[in-house]
């Protein structure tokens, strides 16, 4: 029995993808549906924690009361969100997918079909959580990587390279992890930990990962 286990936290969330707009009809975007992140919020929320969800475009919604509810499109306004909130926040977890380019210039006018080929010019985008992860004081940092190879190495180079305290790998090569379903397989590190879990539905997953964090908070 978790009940009020966070009581009296601050917990922030990112969620669902980031939109980045090439012009007024067309965006760059990925497969990331919100359902982690929204699952983390439901749990945070049911532990007692006050819950700052921000999510990109997503379809899923949520009628706790104890959830504020941020709606961004991109990658730059997840992250001046995030910052209208951080030296509040005692738990964050980053479990978007953040664009990591964005289109130079957005075209004011929908861009016609002519050549053959069309050339867009990306730039990168700030990176969310490293800059949260600079911008720590007492905060306790939770990332997310989502990889297709290499992952261990990856996600731990993740961890090292954002300043975080967690991270929590999850891996396309793995049947019914990832983006979109309604189950995830993880794999937790910390600098000095790892600890694996099954494939199982992303509620369930919230419940690790809140475990987890509750467990690491507790040393
Ligand atoms: O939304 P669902 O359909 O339920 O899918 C869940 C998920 C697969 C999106 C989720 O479990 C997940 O893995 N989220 C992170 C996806 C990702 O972009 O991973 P990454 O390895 O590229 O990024 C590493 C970390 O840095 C992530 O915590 C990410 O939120 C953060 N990041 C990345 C780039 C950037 N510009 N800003 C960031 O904050």
Do not use: C, W
Not at 72 to 87: H, Q, R
Not at 149 to 166: F, H, P, R, S
């Amino acid at each position: 029995n978790h009940s009020r286990s966070l009581e009296g936290k601050t917990v922030l969330i990112t969620a669902g993808p980031t939109y980045e707009a090439i012009d007024p009809v067309r965006f760059i975007g990925n497969h990331s549906s919100g359902k982690m992140g929204f699952s983390l919020a439901e749990e945070a929320s049911k532990r007692g924690a006050k819950v700052i969800l921000i999510s990109g475009p997503s379809s899923q919604t949520t009628d706790d009361k104890n959830i504020e509810l941020h709606k961004v499109t991109s990658a730059k306004e997840m992250l001046n969100k995030v910052f209208e909130f951080y030296d509040r926040v005692d738990i964050g977890i980053a479990s978007a997918a953040v664009a990591d380019y964005a289109p130079k210039e957005v075209a004011k006018e929908k861009i016609k079909k002519n050549d053959d080929n069309l050339t867009i010019e990306l730039v990168k985008n700030p990176d969310i959580l490293k800059t949260m992860g600079e911008k720590k004081t007492h905060q306790f940092l939770v990332g997310f990587a989502l990889e297709t190879q290499n992952e261990e190495e990856n996600a731990k180079g993740k961890l090292e390279k954002k300043n975080l305290d967690m991270i929590v790998l999850n891996s396309l090569r793995d049947e019914g992890a990832g983006f979109k379903n309604d189950t995830n397989k993880i794999k937790i590190f910390t600098k000095t930990g790892k600890k694996e879990f099954d494939l199982k539905s992303k509620d369930e997953v919230a419940v690790d990962i809140l475990d987890f964090v509750e467990s690491q908070l507790l040393k």
